[in-house]
């Protein structure tokens, strides 16, 4: 591990986590009558035309924010939408890659 780069997780970090959350929660949050939101969780986003939860997790949120606060390439091999979705929500898709196991 020694030959890793740990890269600090601050209040930068912080704000696009908070950009890229707001952005996911204006698309998806379930809404009451009035309009107000009824969940406050990513596990509980749902798609609005299936009614399916979108299965993002908070730590999708917070290693996408990361590549985004230093610009870094994504590599993942989670083909779950919910990873997806974070990152057209962070407009990032076109930085990540996607590998197959």
Excluded: C
Excluded at 18 to 23: D, M, N, Q, S, V
Aim: a neutral charge.
């Amino acid at each position: 591990m020694a030959g890793y780069e740990v890269l600090p997780v601050d209040h930068n970090t912080g704000r696009t986590f908070g950009e890229i959350r707001g952005a996911l929660f204006a698309q998806y949050a379930p809404r009451d009558r009035r309009g107000r939101m009824t969940r406050k969780a990513p596990e509980d986003l749902i798609e609005p035309t299936t009614g399916k939860t979108l299965g993002i997790q908070e730590n999708d949120l917070w290693i996408v924010s990361v590549a985004v606060q230093y610009d870094l390439k994504l590599v993942t091999n989670d083909r779950a939408e919910g990873i997806r979705r974070v990152l057209t929500a962070a407009n990032y898709l076109q930085r990540a890659e996607f590998w197959v196991a």
